[in-house]
């Protein structure tokens, strides 16, 4: 089964906020990370967390980690047609990204 | 854009078939990771290479092996073919512990 462990769907309606949460296993990873797949392609990093931060945002994205808990949210204000995509949360081990299954985000008008 | 770019773009196999995927990396960027990315699933490990050696692997067999060259480019390598290889295979650089950046992928389709 997978370390990292994601919702599989979320419904948005366009002009509202999306939040895609996360859970993690390794508590000595150093980054936490957020990458976007569009169909067919491949995998754009979003945004990144260090691990002793709670809170990052970068324009309409906006990251918390809860270390304790080990659960990450990544929160899309003012969700766009153009974020239909599946996201990714990934912890990193050493070298190695280990990714949840995703989250499907379909934006409805 | 990334920088990183991967060949062929789609490949079609059969079983029992030999298959070599490219991967140049981002400029730069000596070291390169490959991950297997099945239908509807995240994408999984399976090895990285630095300074043209392996120095990690993920958990898959021995028919999955790769290359890295001087320019830092590689290729992944899979024999003996099976069905279960059909996936999205990523490959992503990254200089030192920086961030990772990956490719837009090769779709292996194994008939």
């Known amino acids: 089964g997978e370390d990292v462990e994601q919702s599989l769907f979320l419904s948005v309606r366009e002009g509202d906020s999306s939040v895609i949460n996360c859970t993690y296993t390794?508590?000595?990873?150093?980054?936490l990370y957020w990458y976007k797949q569009e169909p067919g392609a491949g995998l754009q990093l979003l945004t990144y967390?260090?691990?002793?931060?709670d809170m990052k945002q970068d324009q309409r994205l906006t990251v918390l980690l809860n270390k304790k808990d080990k659960h990450l949210s990544l929160r899309i204000a003012d969700t766009q047609t153009g974020d239909s995509a599946i996201y990714f949360c990934?912890?990193?081990?050493?070298?190695?990204?280990?990714f949840g299954a995703g989250t499907t985000v379909t934006v409805r008008a | 854009e990334t920088g990183v770019t991967q060949s062929p773009t789609h490949l079609i196999k059969t079983r029992g078939q030999q298959v070599t995927l490219r991967c140049s990396s981002q400029?730069?960027?000596?070291?390169v990771s490959w991950y297997q990315q099945a239908l509807g699933q995240g994408p999984q490990f399976i090895f990285q290479y630095y300074r043209e050696e392996e120095n990690g692997r993920g958990n898959f067999p021995p028919r999955f092996s790769g290359l890295q060259f001087p320019n830092y480019s590689s290729e992944l390598n899979v024999n003996a073919l099976e069905l279960d290889d059909s996936a999205l295979y990523l490959c992503?650089?990254?200089?030192?512990?920086?961030?990772?950046?990956f490719g837009p992928g090769t779709r292996l389709t194994v008939l």
């Open positions: 400029s730069g960027h000596n070291t």
């Open positions: 992503a650089s990254r200089s030192g512990s920086d961030t990772q950046y």
């Open positions: 390794d508590s000595s990873s150093t980054y």
């Open positions: 990934a912890e990193i081990n050493d070298y190695k990204l280990s």
């Open positions: 967390i260090f691990s002793n931060m």
